[in-house]
C-alpha cells in the first residue's frame, strides 16, 4: 500500500531524519524555494542603494513609515538625552569622593556644551546634541546605520573645538563606482581582520540634477581614528553577522507590504469617492437606430444638428430651480435615471490590520503603536505590549543613540582635559592608557511609557523597598537624573521650611497600597 500525495500521483515520502525545512516540504510545496546562501554584504550590497532609496521614499510619502521612525525617536532618544557618567575610579585609583566631584563637573560641563542654543557641537550649526543623536537613531531607521565625522574648529564663544559633521550614509561609497572587493565593501576600507580602516565619502555628492553623481567627481578618505586613538569617524549599526560592513535598514523585511498597502489604501480611497457619487442620464425614446437612420438619411446631418441645437436651447432656458438647485426639465419622451456605483467592503479592513501587524513586527513596534488604535486592548494586554516595546527600544538605544553619544562624549572629554578645563583627580592611569576607564558613560533617554500611573508608582516604591531596585534605576525609567531629583528636593524642603510652609507629605509603600493593609489586617 502507497500514500499518495494531494495531486493522486506522486507518492507522499516522509524524511525519517533531519529537517524537513532542508526537504521539499509536505507534497513539495518547497520545491522551487530554493535560495543562495550567502553572507550579510553579498545579500546587501548589490541592492544596497536601491533598498535605502525605496526607504527614503517610504519615509517621505507613507505616513504609517515616518510615523515609525518618529516613533523610534522618540521612544529611544526622547526630548533630551543627557549622560550619567560612570567613571571607573577604583580601576583608575582615584579617590571616591574627589572622583564624584569630578563627575558632577564633567556632566554639567558637557551638557552646557552640548545643549548650547548656539550649538556648538553640531559643525552646522544647526542641531543641539539631542538632536545630533536624534538624527542618528532617525537615519538608523531608514538607511541602517548612522555616520558622522569629529571635525576640529574654532568658534567664537565657545570653549571647545570638538565638532560633530553627521555624514549621510548616500555619501559614503566605492570611489568612481568601483566593485567592491576584499578590502573595500561600499565605501568602507577594511583590514584582514575585517575591522574598519577608514571611508571614502563623496564630497561634490549632487549632480546639477540633484542626483548623486556615483560615476565622478572627488572622494575623501576618512580614517576611523587617529594615530593615538582619537575618533575621526563614528559608524554606529548593528551588526547581523560577522563580515558585515554596511547597516540594513529596518524597512526591507516589510517594504514589499508597505508599498502594497499605500497602492491598496489609494486604490480604496478611489472606490469610496465612486461611491459617494450618483450619475444623472438622460434617456431619449430616440433609440440609437432611429439616429443613424436619421444621420444616414437626406440631409441627416443638418438634421441632427437642428435637433441637438434644439435640445440645448431647451434645457439651457428651462431654469425651474427649487431650493437653489436647479430641477431639469425633460422634453416629452425624455425620463431622468440615477445610477450609483456601489462595492461592499471585501474585507478590506481585516487585510489592512493583518498587513499593519506584519510591518509592526518588522518595525519593532507593536500593533497599537503603528496603527495608533488602542481600541480593542484592554489595561494587561497594553502593558504587555508595551513591556514587549519596551525591551527592544531599550536594546536600541544601547547599541546606537547610547553608542553614538559615549564616542562624541569620549572625544569632547579628552579635549577637556587636555585644555585643562575639567581638572581630573590624581589617577594611576592617564587618559590613553585606560581610556574605557575615563569614558564610560549611561544615557538617560525618554521614560518608559505609563498606562495606570498610580499601579506603576506602587510597583517603583514596592522594588525600592524590597531592595529589588535603586532610586537611580527608577527614576531613569522615568528619563530623570536620580541626583538631580534629589537636589531639588532638598532645595524645595529648606525653601518650604524657610517660608514656614509644611514639610511634603511622604507616603509609604503601604500607604499607596491599601490593599496590602487589608490583606494583613485578615
Same mark, same amino acid.
Given at each position: 500500500?502507497?500514500?499518495?500525495?494531494?495531486?493522486?500521483v506522486?507518492?507522499?515520502?516522509?524524511? &525519517?531524519s533531519?529537517?524537513?525545512?532542508?526537504?521539499?516540504?509536505?507534497?513539495?510545496?518547497?520545491?522551487?524555494?530554493?535560495?543562495?546562501?550567502?553572507?550579510?554584504?553579498?545579500?546587501?550590497?548589490?541592492?544596497?542603494?536601491?533598498?535605502?532609496?525605496?526607504?527614503?521614499? &517610504?519615509?517621505?510619502?507613507h505616513?504609517?513609515?515616518?510615523?515609525?521612525?518618529?516613533?523610534?525617536?522618540?521612544? !529611544?532618544?526622547?526630548?533630551?538625552?543627557?549622560?550619567?557618567?560612570? &567613571?571607573?575610579?577604583?580601576?583608575l585609583?582615584?579617590?571616591? /569622593?574627589?572622583?564624584?566631584?569630578?563627575?558632577k563637573?564633567?556632566?554639567?560641563?558637557?551638557?552646557?556644551?552640548?545643549?548650547?542654543?548656539?550649538?556648538?557641537?553640531?559643525?552646522?550649526? /544647526?542641531?543641539?546634541?539631542?538632536?545630533?543623536?536624534?538624527? !542618528?537613531?532617525?537615519?538608523?531607521?531608514?538607511?541602517?546605520?548612522?555616520?558622522?565625522?569629529?571635525?576640529?574648529?574654532?568658534?567664537?564663544?565657545?570653549?571647545?573645538?570638538?565638532?560633530i559633521?553627521?555624514?549621510?550614509?548616500?555619501?559614503?561609497?566605492?570611489?568612481?563606482? !568601483?566593485?567592491?572587493n576584499?578590502?573595500?565593501?561600499?565605501?568602507?576600507?577594511?583590514?584582514?581582520h575585517?575591522?574598519?580602516?577608514?571611508?571614502?565619502?563623496k564630497?561634490?555628492?549632487?549632480?546639477?540634477?540633484?542626483?548623486?553623481?556615483?560615476?565622478?567627481?572627488?572622494?575623501?578618505?576618512?580614517?576611523?581614528?587617529?594615530?593615538? =586613538?582619537?575618533?575621526?569617524?563614528?559608524?554606529?549599526?548593528e551588526?547581523?553577522?560577522?563580515?558585515?560592513?554596511? =547597516?540594513?535598514?529596518?524597512?526591507?523585511?516589510?517594504?514589499?507590504?508597505?508599498?502594497?498597502?499605500?497602492?491598496?489604501?489609494?486604490?480604496?480611497?478611489?472606490?469610496?469617492?465612486?461611491?459617494?457619487?450618483?450619475?444623472?442620464?438622460?434617456?431619449?425614446?430616440l433609440?440609437?437606430?432611429?439616429?443613424?437612420q436619421?444621420?444616414?438619411?437626406?440631409?441627416?446631418?443638418?438634421?441632427?444638428?437642428?435637433?441637438?441645437?434644439?435640445?440645448?436651447?431647451?434645457?439651457?432656458?428651462a +431654469?425651474?430651480?427649487?431650493? +437653489?438647485?436647479?430641477?431639469?426639465?425633460?422634453v416629452?419622451?425624455?425620463?431622468? /435615471?440615477?445610477t450609483?456605483?456601489?462595492?461592499?467592503?471585501?474585507?478590506?479592513?481585516?487585510?489592512?490590520?493583518?498587513?499593519?501587524?506584519?510591518?509592526?513586527?518588522?518595525?519593532?513596534?507593536?500593533?497599537?503603536?503603528?496603527?495608533?488604535?488602542?481600541?480593542?486592548?484592554?489595561?494587561?494586554?497594553?502593558?504587555?505590549?508595551?513591556?514587549?516595546?519596551?525591551?527592544?527600544? &531599550?536594546?536600541?538605544?544601547?547599541? !546606537?543613540?547610547?553608542?553614538?553619544?559615549?564616542?562624541v562624549?569620549?572625544?569632547?572629554?579628552?579635549?577637556?582635559?587636555?585644555?585643562?578645563i575639567?581638572?581630573?583627580?590624581?589617577?594611576?592611569?592617564?587618559?590613553?592608557?585606560?581610556?574605557?576607564?575615563?569614558?564610560?558613560?549611561?544615557w538617560?533617554?525618554?521614560?518608559?511609557?505609563?498606562?495606570? +500611573?498610580? /499601579?506603576?508608582?506602587?510597583?517603583?516604591?514596592?522594588?525600592?523597598?524590597?531592595?529589588?531596585?535603586?532610586?537611580?534605576?527608577?527614576?531613569?525609567?522615568?528619563?530623570?537624573?536620580?541626583?538631580e531629583?534629589?537636589?531639588?528636593?532638598?532645595?524645595?524642603?529648606?525653601?518650604?521650611?524657610?517660608?514656614?510652609?509644611?514639610?511634603?507629605?511622604?507616603?509609604t509603600?503601604?500607604?499607596?497600597?491599601?490593599?496590602?493593609l487589608?490583606?494583613?489586617?485578615n
Open positions: 500500500m502507497e500514500i499518495l500525495s494531494a495531486d493522486g506522486t507518492p507522499l515520502k516522509q524524511s &525519517l533531519g529537517y524537513s525545512g532542508g526537504g521539499n516540504g509536505f507534497s513539495n510545496q518547497l520545491a522551487n524555494w530554493r535560495p543562495s546562501s550567502k553572507n550579510a554584504d553579498a545579500a546587501l550590497l548589490p541592492n544596497f542603494k536601491q533598498g535605502n532609496a525605496r526607504a527614503d521614499d &517610504l519615509v517621505r510619502n505616513a504609517l513609515a515616518a510615523g515609525g521612525v518618529q516613533l523610534h525617536v522618540d521612544n !529611544i532618544v526622547g526630548s533630551l538625552f543627557r549622560p550619567s557618567y560612570k &567613571l571607573n575610579y577604583k580601576v585609583g582615584m579617590d571616591e /569622593k574627589d572622583a564624584r566631584t569630578f563627575i563637573e564633567a556632566e554639567q560641563a558637557f551638557i552646557e556644551f552640548a545643549e548650547s542654543p548656539q550649538c556648538y557641537v553640531d559643525a552646522e550649526r /544647526k542641531r543641539t546634541f539631542t538632536m545630533l543623536v536624534r538624527a !542618528i537613531t532617525a537615519g538608523h531607521c531608514h538607511h541602517g546605520e548612522g555616520m558622522a565625522a569629529a571635525e576640529w574648529i574654532s568658534r567664537p564663544g565657545s570653549l571647545f573645538k570638538t565638532s559633521k553627521l555624514v549621510s550614509p548616500k555619501r559614503v561609497s566605492n570611489p568612481n563606482n !568601483i566593485s567592491s576584499r578590502n573595500l565593501r561600499e565605501g568602507v576600507k577594511i583590514d584582514t575585517g575591522a574598519a580602516l577608514g571611508y571614502y565619502v564630497e561634490d555628492s549632487y549632480s546639477e540634477y540633484g542626483d548623486l553623481d556615483m560615476y565622478s567627481g572627488k572622494w575623501k578618505f576618512i580614517p576611523r581614528e587617529t594615530r593615538w =586613538g582619537r575618533s575621526q569617524f563614528i559608524h554606529v549599526f551588526p547581523l553577522e560577522p563580515g558585515q560592513n554596511r =547597516g540594513a535598514n529596518l524597512f526591507l523585511s516589510s517594504m514589499e507590504q508597505m508599498k502594497s498597502l499605500s497602492t491598496l489604501q489609494d486604490t480604496k480611497l478611489q472606490n469610496a469617492i465612486i461611491n459617494a457619487m450618483y450619475a444623472a442620464v438622460i434617456e431619449s425614446e433609440d440609437s437606430e432611429q439616429a443613424f436619421l444621420i444616414s438619411g437626406e440631409g441627416g446631418a443638418d438634421q441632427m444638428q437642428k435637433w441637438m441645437s434644439y435640445m440645448g436651447e431647451y434645457h439651457q432656458t +431654469g425651474i430651480k427649487l431650493g +437653489g438647485a436647479k430641477i431639469p426639465h425633460l416629452p419622451g425624455e425620463h431622468l /435615471k440615477f450609483q456605483s456601489t462595492n461592499a467592503d471585501n474585507g478590506f479592513t481585516d487585510l489592512e490590520a493583518s498587513m499593519l501587524r506584519y510591518m509592526s513586527a518588522g518595525l519593532g513596534l507593536s500593533y497599537e503603536q503603528l496603527s495608533r488604535d488602542y481600541s480593542k486592548v484592554s489595561y494587561s494586554s497594553a502593558r504587555a505590549s508595551i513591556n514587549e516595546s519596551w525591551r527592544y527600544t &531599550l536594546g536600541k538605544r544601547k547599541t !546606537i543613540a547610547s553608542n553614538f553619544a559615549s564616542k562624549f569620549a572625544i569632547w572629554l579628552e579635549e577637556a582635559l587636555h585644555k585643562g575639567l581638572v581630573a583627580p590624581k589617577s594611576r592611569f592617564n587618559f590613553y592608557e585606560r581610556k574605557d576607564a575615563w569614558t564610560r558613560c549611561d538617560i533617554g525618554a521614560g518608559k511609557l505609563s498606562i495606570d +500611573g498610580l /499601579k506603576e508608582v506602587k510597583e517603583a516604591i514596592l522594588r525600592i523597598e524590597g531592595g529589588l531596585s535603586t532610586y537611580e534605576k527608577e527614576l531613569a525609567l522615568m528619563g530623570e537624573d536620580y541626583q531629583t534629589f537636589e531639588q528636593q532638598a532645595r524645595e524642603i529648606a525653601e518650604r521650611k524657610s517660608k514656614g510652609l509644611p514639610p511634603p507629605s511622604w507616603i509603600s503601604l500607604q499607596l497600597a491599601p490593599e496590602q487589608e490583606t494583613e489586617a
